[in-house]
């Protein structure tokens, strides 16, 4: 198995535009989280899904985010419209029953 | 809400020393507890998982411990290389996972 695959790798956007992250989690986890890495803040957990149904979305920061898995094998983060705030890292991983978490290499977001 | 906190944030040492390093958390109802480790701009590797019905793993020269009555975990990382250099990150597993801020180390030649 790919692992975790994240796209794009990095982007970059103008303020106001609208921002969409994928992912494909590994096949037969049953868990994806998405996260959020700043400098200033670290790891914060935006939301997560289990069997593709949004379970907890209290970390998502604004109604600006939203998060939709459609079907097991993938998952968007969309930002619209994006501000230079949302510049971050955003991780996402997956997990199986056995709920050890395998991370994706990330999205660098830069908002300008 | 669960809190997890690690210490030391940064962590400078000679080649070959043995150390530890500590993540404590406040709520001990978890599923588990992971070890990542961090490279600069890269994503997050995992280094060790502990259920929370174990009191130990160990992988090469890396060991965690658990306790999770106390709320706390620390790693050992044995006989360090300048290889070991990165961000060591601990996250526990209540239903979600929430993660420390990391502790940053570097291991000198």
């Known amino acids: 198995d790919a692992g975790v695959i994240q796209s794009p790798r990095h982007e970059v956007t103008e303020m106001g535009q609208e921002v969409t992250l994928r992912c494909k989690p590994i096949?037969?986890?049953?868990?994806l989280f998405w996260y959020r890495q700043t400098m200033m803040r670290g790891l914060e957990l935006l939301i997560y899904?289990?069997?593709?149904?949004?379970?907890?979305d209290s970390g998502m920061p604004e109604d600006r985010f939203s998060a939709k898995m459609p079907n097991a094998s993938f998952s968007t983060l969309k930002i619209q419209p994006s501000e230079p705030r949302d510049s971050a890292v955003y991780f996402c991983?997956?997990?199986?029953?056995?709920?050890?978490?395998?991370f994706g290499q990330g999205t660098r977001l830069t908002v300008v | 809400k669960q809190e997890v906190t690690q210490i030391p944030a940064a962590l400078s040492v000679p080649e070959g020393e043995n150390l530890v390093l500590n993540c404590s958390f406040t709520?001990?109802?978890?599923?588990?507890l992971q070890w990542f480790r961090q490279d600069p701009g890269k994503g997050l590797t995992s280094l060790l998982l502990?259920?929370?019905?174990?009191r130990e793993q160990t992988s090469g020269r890396l060991n965690a411990s658990l306790d999770k009555s106390s709320g706390r975990s620390t790693l050992y990382i044995a006989a360090s290389q300048p290889g070991d250099s990165a961000t060591y990150l601990c996250?526990?597993?209540?239903?979600?996972?929430?993660f420390g801020a990391g502790t940053r180390l570097t291991v000198k030649p």
């Open positions: 996250a526990v597993d209540n239903n979600d996972m929430r």
């Open positions: 899904f289990n069997n593709n149904v949004p379970i907890d």
């Open positions: 502990i259920q929370s019905s174990q």
């Open positions: 096949s037969g986890h049953n868990s």
């Open positions: 709520d001990s109802a978890i599923y588990n």
């Open positions: 991983a997956s997990s199986p029953t056995a709920r050890e978490a395998f």
